[in-house]
Nanobody, 128 residues
Framework: QVQLVESGGGMVQSGGSLRLSCAASGRDFSRYLMAWFRQDAGKERVFVAVISGTSRSFDYANSAVRGRFTISRDSAMNTLYLQMNNLKPEDTAVYFC????????????????????WGRGTQVTVFS
């Protein structure tokens, strides 16, 4: 069973950048679909980005994220990343990494309930 620990969150001014990391322990990290979700206070956890085990396939929630965020993974280091540039106040949330059995289908990987392993989250706060 994979276990996940996020890091890299913090407070940043609008327009700034942060790089989130998610360290995975356990076996077969490269076999899992890996994703980032975020959750603002009082709201549902929402999909941000996903990447396949080989890193050949990746996807983002929408155009508001694509172009500013980049998801990547280093299978040798068992680590998932989310590079976030040009951050905006609406990006403020707790960011979670998650792992799921592989299935490359947007209606599958965009849903939080499909992921069976979660980290505890890291807070990202963007102020204007």
């Amino acid at each position: 069973q994979v276990q996940l620990v996020e890091s890299g969150g913090g407070m940043v001014q609008s327009g700034g950048s942060l790089r989130l990391s998610c360290a995975a322990s356990g076996r077969d990290f490269s076999r899992y679909l890996m994703a980032w979700f975020r959750q603002d206070a009082g709201k549902e956890r929402v999909f941000v980005a996903v990447i396949s085990g080989t890193s050949r396939s990746f996807d983002y929630a929408n155009s508001a994220v694509r172009g500013r965020f980049t998801i990547s993974r280093d299978s040798a280091m068992n680590t998932l990343y989310l590079q976030m540039n040009n951050l905006k106040p609406e990006d403020t949330a707790v960011y979670f990494c998650a792992a799921a059995p592989f299935l490359w289908l947007r209606t599958y990987y965009s849903q939080a309930e499909k992921y069976n392993v979660w980290g505890r989250g890291t807070q990202v706060t963007v102020f204007s």
